[in-house]
């Protein structure tokens, strides 16, 4: 295993003290391997198409256009603008979770994810923000670009802790409110609610204008459901413990979390929302090689 490699397993980082060290690492061990900076363009936009004049570069030619008219045009675009980003990370209970495959819980994870990609962006002299939330908006720091940003956003996740179940309807509608000036929101989050009401949240984003993507954090052991003896569950979001014979329950379950997935993942691509899932024992470089292929598909189109 290459040594940068190593620095990206979430059992190496998990052994490690501090939110800083993790992504520094993360930022570090992923860069290495990909040699340029992952982020660039994100809000070049087209305006409109203007007849081709001799001297004008053929780069810009809309070739579609030509093969409907056959005249020469070119794409115009908006003047580039810095990208503005926001994080939005869930700290309700059920992110506490960490199941018997998982190196760390899904909080933790979340927070190595947002503290690289505010690493990421603020390296390039771009604007990040962060809020965090579960039934509330818990800690709300602005974007900026300033070099400082960094240390406070790495403090807001090191403070930030679960408490209470989350509510994501309301709080995105509230925050798509606050985010005057269109850029990417990002959300890590485990996505343990009403599928309807999440959806509407987002869309409030998409109306603004703003890019989504969710990273939906998942243990494994959501996923796959592996327990075979009699186990108690414990609810993490205000809801009872339950005993529960896992065999007699597995099928169920996983007929009821894929209804659940297929419903998400349908929403978020009738809204144009893109949708990475993230698992816990996943590699970094992986997670974020997912998110910078979304964005890739963005620049294309």
């Not at 700290?91 to 199941?99: A, F, H, R």
Request: glycine content about 6%; overall charge neutral; aromatic content about 10%.
């Amino acid at each position: 295993m290459e040594p940068s490699r190593k620095y990206l397993q979430p059992e190496v980082l998990a052994r490690l003290e501090g939110l800083p060290l993790r992504a520094r690492l993360i930022v570090e061990g992923y860069v290495s391997g990909v040699h340029r900076s992952p982020f660039h363009g994100f809000s070049i936009e087209f305006a409109e198409h203007r007849e081709y004049a001799p001297g004008d570069d053929i780069r810009y030619v809309d070739w579609k256009v030509f093969g409907r008219t056959d005249k020469f045009y070119l794409k115009q675009f908006e003047e580039e603008t810095n990208l503005v980003c926001n994080l939005l990370l869930d700290t309700s209970q059920s992110m506490l979770y960490q199941g018997p495959g998982a190196p760390m819980s899904k909080l933790e994870y979340a927070k190595c994810v947002a503290a690289a990609l505010g690493y990421l962006v603020l390296h390039q002299q771009d604007s990040v923000g962060l809020a965090t939330f579960d039934s509330e908006v818990r800690a709300l720091a602005r974007p900026s670009s300033n070099p400082s940003q960094l240390n406070q956003l790495l403090h807001l996740l090191e403070e930030a802790a679960a408490a209470e179940k989350t509510d994501t309807g309301p709080i995105f509608h509230a925050l798509a409110e606050r985010f005057r000036k269109r850029g990417i929101v990002i959300v890590l989050s485990d996505l343990f609610d009403d599928v309807s009401s999440l959806l509407t949240g987002l869309k409030h984003f998409r109306h603004r204008r703003h890019e989504v993507v969710l990273f939906h954090i998942l243990d494994p052991a959501e996923l796959d459901f592996p327990f075979r003896r009699v186990t108690m569950f414990q609810g993490l979001e205000q809801l009872p413990r339950v005993l529960v014979d896992p065999p007699a329950l597995r099928k169920a379950y996983l007929r009821e979390f894929h209804d659940y997935l297929r419903q998400l993942k349908q929403g978020c691509r009738m809204h144009h929302i893109d949708y990475v899932a993230m698992r816990t024992d996943q590699t970094f470089d992986v997670a974020l090689s997912s998110y910078l292929a979304t964005r890739r598909g963005w620049l294309r189109t």
